[in-house]
């Protein structure tokens, strides 16, 4: 059974009732239901917290065993150097991932502190970029 850790960080919590033109009407904990479904396979482990330094705990907690992490880092994406580092120090595979197209969003989303410690990004697709994600973790190329 693959082991996948997903870490949303902050304000995440609140998705389905924060800015919904942004990011969707749904609640989080409804659609990880819907894709423990669409994954039998897989061990999907979930995680949110406000504080930088929890999602920091969670990665080195989780990123020497899971065949994979999914992080969502929400605004500390853009200011997140500890972040960063704690991705570089973890072998687990981790794939940074973004519910909107943070591109076409306000100049201070341009930026990303932690794609470059990442193995890859997807963003722009709704919740659906979890499941993208997952499937890039599931992937035979992720071994390279
Ligand atoms: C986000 C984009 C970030 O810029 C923002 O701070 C978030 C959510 C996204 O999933 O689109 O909190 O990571």
Redesign the pocket.
């Known amino acids: 059974m693959k082991k996948i850790q997903i870490i949303n ?4 919590n609140l998705l389905g009732k924060r800015e919904p033109a ?2 969707g009407n749904t609640a989080f904990e409804g659609y990880l239901d819907e894709l423990r479904k669409i994954y039998p396979q897989c061990e999907i482990s979930y995680f949110q917290s406000n504080l930088e330094g929890e999602l920091i705990n969670k990665i080195h907690e989780t990123g020497f065993g899971y065949d994979g992490l999914i992080l ?4 500390y ?2 200011t997140s150097l500890a972040l960063h580092d704690a991705i570089k120090a973890v072998t687990s595979p981790v794939v940074e ?4 197209n ?1 591109h076409a ?1 306000e100049p201070f ?1 341009h930026v990303s502190l932690i794609s470059a410690a990442c193995k890859g990004v997807i ?1 722009g697709f709704g919740l659906d ?1 979890y499941r993208l994600a997952v499937e890039a973790l599931l992937a035979p190329e992720i071994d390279n």
Do not use: E, K, M, Q
Not at 9 to 12: D, T
Not at 72 to 75: D, I, K, L, R
């Open positions: 960080g902050p304000n995440l942004v990011y969502n880092a929400g605004a994406t853009h991932v973004h519910i909107s943070v969003r989303r963003l970029s």
